[in-house]
């Protein structure tokens, strides 16, 4: 019994050592990796002096309308993220994609993540890197808050909103908070887990298939979002974020509505399965009631980053809102 005993005891050992020894690898395969990357990351656009930190926007068209795109929680690297709508906009109306600190090219804060800091953040930046309104906000997922709060401090400045899969104040302040989810993330980043899985054929596919696949990307932008998935997934700021995402729909529950501007829902039909969340398709029903002159569009064939799938939909949508 004894020997067995040991046998057990030199096993788990042998197996926390092993176990130590692949992490301690892990952690330094991701930060000889991340030194690599950040020396190919450049901006996109240009960096931007904001509250004590550099935030990032990439800009580009021409008209006097600009669309300021306004991206979901997670997306690391925004400008990539909705490049199938920026081309598409370009010779209509200016455009402006900025990453929020945590986000893309900009950096990390230590400011907390509540929709008022962020919104006077992005403020500051449409204001120092002299865009002018008025502006239609096109908000994906989580960014919907950010595009709602904006329109109720800066009223004067809007000219609408479109939301793409956008989520509701309500939604979101309804749901507690799935922080689990993106701390997880986190570790499979800096233990080299994620960098070491996406050697593997069909690793980049599967985290991008609520993307189409990302085929509407070229390659360069392609491996753009890995790197940026590498560099800057699940960060404090963006952990932050989901923590705050109850209060934060709160907050602008108890601001000014319905806004005296027009709000266009864009909800994918998820491939004919939307019902089966029936929680996100009643709250998306009801999120045009946050304007005057709502509506809402179901789009057939499309998950939760629709632009993805339908960019053509959502262009002539922001294109009918801005003129």
């Not at 130590?20 to 000889?32: K, N, P």
């Not at 950010?146 to 302040?173: L, N, T």
């Not at 991008?208 to 696949?213: I, L, P, S, T, V």
């Amino acid at each position: 019994m004894k020997k067995w005993r040991k046998l057990f005891v030199r096993t788990v050992l042998c197996g926390l050592v092993l176990l130590i020894v692949m992490l301690t690898a892990g952690f330094i395969y991701q930060w000889y990796g991340e030194r690599q990357d950040a020396k190919i990351y450049k901006p996109l656009g240009k960096l931007y002096e904001v509250q004590g930190g550099k935030m990032h926007l990439s800009t580009g068209g021409q008209g006097d309308i600009t669309v300021v795109f306004t991206s979901g929680w997670g997306t690391s690297n925004p400008t990539v993220d909705f490049y199938p709508l920026a081309e598409g906009l370009a010779t209509h109306v200016k455009y402006a994609v900025y990453d929020r600190f945590g986000y893309g090219y900009s950096d990390i804060t230590s400011a907390p993540r509540d929709v008022d800091t962020i919104v006077e953040e992005i403020h500051e930046l449409l204001v120092v890197s002299g865009q002018k309104p008025p502006y239609v906000f096109v908000g994906h997922s989580l960014g919907a808050l950010e595009a709602i709060r904006y329109a109720q401090k800066y009223p004067e400045e809007m000219k609408g909103i479109v939301m793409v899969e956008g989520g509701s104040p309500e939604y979101y302040e309804s749901r507690k908070p799935l922080t689990v989810i993106p701390i997880v993330q986190r570790f499979l980043v800096k233990s080299g887990a994620a960098r070491v899985l996406y050697h593997f054929d069909g690793f980049a596919e599967s985290l991008a298939d609520q993307k189409n696949g990302l085929k509407l990307l070229p390659d360069s932008l392609k491996d753009l979002d890995r790197v940026s998935t590498l560099l800057k997934g699940a960060n404090r700021n963006m952990i932050d974020e989901i923590r705050m995402s109850r209060e934060n729909g709160r907050t602008i529950m108890a601001g000014t509505k319905p806004l005296a501007i027009p709000i266009t829902v864009l909800t994918a039909d998820y491939f004919g399965k939307l019902a089966d969340d029936k929680a996100w398709m009643d709250y998306e029903a009801a999120l045009s009631s946050w304007s005057t002159a709502g509506k809402q569009i179901l789009v057939p064939g499309t998950s939760h980053y629709l632009h993805h799938y339908r960019p053509d939909i959502v262009i002539k949508e922001i294109l009918e809102v801005a003129f």
